[in-house]
């Protein structure tokens, strides 16, 4: 499990909804992770315009070296030709902030957070082959890239000698499983991890957004839905029935039991984690240390299942295409009476 520090900093229209843990809270936060043994921190520039990274950077000043760094690059910083993207300017510039901003001399785990078609792959993979051997950053990833971009890129990696990305932040949870098409096999045959963003759903599993009820008058979906991922509500309210269910079983909360069934995902290396509270956070950090039943398990997954898309459906549906491409997660049982598929 990691900690995403997208609540630090509490800047503009987006981040101001969803927190503004200021420095002392955020070591408060640090301190709970590390006591955890949670060591990876993740923000990015354009988390409150770089608030979030000044933020993390004061709220780890004094342990640096027990805490592992990520932060990401390539969002539009400003209405300027040089402001976006992933040129190698751009990705120079971009680090010199970071590093500034994290009060650090070197990033853990350095991430592209768009595909930037106007670049060319060598010319960024070159940038950051000169940061790597400069020692500013130890490991490359990427975000929210297609399946062509991420292959394209590691290809051209293989080709020139470029350092490999390692890592891809994705969103994936219980009611986004889309994840699990092309990217999970990409990952699980080239050894690219899965950093997991927004796990809870863009914050709808927490049990509290459920059937024939509005949305609580607290919640950060009133400003936040529309920046989000799309989710359809009749799946979203069948997949908190049944974690409801699991999780007066097994005597956890909804959160919880969601999490717990990520962790246990292939090719998934880490679940980023975000808090606005000390007690979210701990409630989070009790998603480990236990494990689902398998019949809990193939439960949620029957749930949550949707058919694949094209090209995917017929590995899905026939048997023959099936024994060609075994899918990496099992196939979702019967669902049960009543509960839609």
Not at 53 to 74: H, I, M, N, P, Q
Not at 311 to 335: C, D, H, I, K, V
Request: with cysteine; glycine share 12%; proline share 7%.
């Amino acid at each position: 499990m990691s900690f995403g520090a997208g609540t630090f900093g509490g800047e503009g229209p987006l981040f101001g909804a969803w927190g503004d843990t200021g420095v002392r809270e955020a070591r408060r936060m640090v301190d709970i992770c590390i006591d955890a043994g949670i060591t990876l921190f993740d923000t990015a520039d354009v988390y409150s315009a770089g608030a979030s990274e000044s933020v993390l950077g004061a709220a780890v000043k004094g342990r640096r070296d027990r805490v592992l760094l990520s932060t990401k690059a390539g969002l539009p910083m400003g209405d300027g030709p040089g402001d976006s993207g992933t040129s190698r300017a751009r990705l120079i510039r971009s680090t010199e902030d970071a590093l500034r901003r994290l009060g650090t001399d070197r990033i853990d785990l350095f991430q592209l957070h768009a595909f930037d078609a106007a670049t060319p792959v060598e010319e960024v993979l070159s940038a950051l082959d000169t940061l790597v051997r400069a020692g500013k950053i130890r490991h490359v990833g990427v975000s929210n890239f297609a399946g062509w971009q991420l292959m394209k890129s590691l290809s051209a990696a293989d080709r020139h000698g470029f350092p490999r990305y390692s890592a891809h932040q994705v969103y994936y949870s219980l009611i986004g499983r889309d994840y699990e098409w092309e990217l999970m096999p990409l990952g699980h045959d080239q050894g690219v991890g899965a950093l997991v963003w927004s796990p809870l759903g863009w914050g709808r599993l927490t049990g509290r957004v459920r059937r024939g009820r509005p949305l609580p008058e607290g919640s950060r979906l009133h400003a936040t839905a529309d920046y989000g991922p799309p989710v359809d509500d009749e799946l979203l309210h069948d997949v908190v029935d049944e974690l409801d269910a699991i999780a007066q079983e097994t005597g956890r909360t909804i959160p919880q039991v969601a999490l717990n069934w990520l962790l246990g995902r292939p090719t998934v290396s880490s679940v980023i984690v975000g808090a606005r509270t000390e007690e979210q956070l701990r409630q989070n950090i009790g998603a480990v240390g236990w494990s689902l039943t398998p019949e809990q398990s193939a439960r949620l997954d029957a749930v949550s299942h949707r058919p694949a898309p094209y090209p995917y459906f017929p590995y899905e549906r026939q048997e023959g295409f099936a024994r060609l491409n075994p899918p990496l997660t099992a196939p979702a049982p019967t669902p049960a009476p009543g509960r839609a598929a």
